[in-house]
């Protein structure tokens, strides 16, 4: 009867886990953190199922925030955005913070939309028959109100 050699998993692991699939660490990431093997992070996942529910929630943390990064940057958004000058003969540099518009970006809408409605988004532009993307863009925008004016425009 073969034996196995002794699993150097530690129940702390799933909390730390958790933490840094949270801040975004890929399973190798996570791997080398714990000085392991990604196929060790594998095999903890079937044999903890604390682990990887652990590592399944910090996933779905980091993803909501790409996810929510990705659709600010689908339909644009507004930042502080800060300047630095050194008048001549002032004794210090002078920072003037101001807010600075970020257009929508329309791969990132599209990206959006095709994860989000698959059935509607997905298709080839080429041989859709429904007027192409470019057309379903044209109309979705038409639906979306306008935004305030930005400081910059007002």
């Given at each position: ?25 890929t ?9 392991v ?31 929510r ?7 644009g ?10 008048p ?43 007027g ?15 935004p ?7």
């Amino acid at each position: 009867m073969a034996t196995t050699r002794p699993t150097t998993y530690k129940p702390a692991y799933a909390r730390k886990a958790r933490a840094l699939c949270a801040n975004g660490l890929t399973d190798r990431e996570l791997a080398a953190e714990f000085g392991v093997s990604r196929s060790t992070i594998f095999r903890w996942r079937a044999a903890f199922p604390e682990f990887a529910e652990a590592t399944a929630l910090g996933k779905a943390v980091a993803n909501e925030r790409v996810e929510r990064a990705l659709y600010e940057r689908a339909i644009g958004y507004e930042e502080e955005a800060v300047r630095v000058f050194l008048p001549e003969g002032a004794p210090a540099p002078v920072i003037v913070r101001y807010p600075r518009e970020v257009r929508a970006d329309i791969r990132a809408a599209l990206q959006w939309l095709r994860v989000r409605d698959p059935r509607v988004w997905a298709g080839n532009a080429a041989s859709d028959d429904g007027g192409g993307i470019v057309a379903r863009m044209r109309e979705a925008m038409a639906r979306v109100p306008e935004p305030p004016l930005s400081y910059a425009q007002r």
